[in-house]
């Protein structure tokens, strides 16, 4: 950067006298002493030497005072309102602090036993059912004969309640017809409990009876004394073929009772039923009586 220089008042004294002492030389000869005597012109150096040095004056631009940056203007938070303070009410007393509950003693978990597939039961039916007086579908309870054993202690005791439901039925028309009934077992109850049962019936006591009625029985043979007395007094002519007729009759008339009744399975009261169990059963123990 370029810097310029101002003449300053001494050098221009300087100046000033180095002309003046050229000039003198010349005249030195003539006039020696009067330069010597020129008080005013030694003031002037002298003044010139003390005023020598300057400061030197620079174009160079004052450094940039540094700049305050604007205060940033911040929004004020709104203050969250206070939640007023309840007063207590003075015509209601104040609510009593509930005391903590204790909670119930968990109770041990219950023991209980398993009847394992494949056992055997035996029960006494409670009441006498049969084909000609019940449908598919129907009830009916028996007791359990002996006490059936599960794991850990556990049993299904004697008398314990057997449910059987009724799913085929069939009557005879005729002897040589066929009549059955078929049972299931549904449930075992003992305990006030009731526990759901898959078994097969192994085997039931059952007995085949005539399910005709006697009038029907009785109209039959008469029936046939009547035809037999007709035809032994055709053939006759006499009473005693017509007795024989009769009898004849009589004796046809029974055959043809005993070949055209109904008949019925029934599995009558007491009677055994025997099943195997086709999945376990989980029981728990019988309440003390």
């Known amino acids: 950067m370029r810097q310029y220089t101002r003449p300053t008042r001494a050098a221009m004294l300087m100046s000033t006298a180095a002309l003046l002492t050229l ?54 938070r709104p203050s969250a309102p206070r939640p007023a303070t309840p007063r207590p009410s003075t015509n209601n007393p104040p609510a009593a602090t509930p005391k903590p509950s204790t909670p119930a003693p968990t109770p041990a978990a219950e023991v209980v036993g398993t009847v394992a597939t494949g056992t055997s039961m035996r029960f006494a039916s409670n009441a006498k059912v049969c084909t ?13 004969a002996e006490a059936v054993p599960a794991s850990n202690g556990i049993s299904i005791p004697e008398g314990a309640t057997g449910t059987f439901e009724v799913t085929e039925s069939k009557n005879a028309k005729n002897s040589n017809d066929q009549t059955y009934l078929k049972v299931r077992l ?104």
Do not use: H
């Open 23 to 76: 000039a003198a030389c010349g005249d030195k000869a003539a006039d020696g002493e009067g330069l010597a005597s020129d008080t005013a012109l030694g003031r002037d150096l002298s003044m010139a030497q003390r005023d020598s040095v300057q400061p030197q004056l620079q174009d160079v631009p004052p450094a940039a005072a540094p700049q305050t940056p604007p205060p940033v203007a911040t929004t004020p």
């Open 132 to 144: 000609n007086g019940t449908s598919v579908g129907e009830k009916f309870t028996a007791s359990l």
């Open 186 to 289: 549904v449930s075992v109850t003992f305990g006030g409990k009731t526990y759901p049962v898959e078994a097969t019936v192994q085997t039931a006591s059952t007995e085949r009876i005539r399910a005709a009625t006697k009038g029907d029985d009785a109209k039959k043979v008469a029936g046939g004394a009547i035809l037999g007395a007709i035809a032994g007094q055709v053939i006759g002519k006499n009473t005693k073929g017509t007795v024989i007729g009769a009898a004849a009759g009589a004796a046809a008339g029974t055959a043809a009772a005993a070949a055209t009744a109904d008949y019925a399975t029934c599995l009558n009261s007491g009677a055994t039923v025997a099943v195997t169990l086709d999945g376990p059963i989980t029981v728990r123990p019988a309440a003390a009586p």
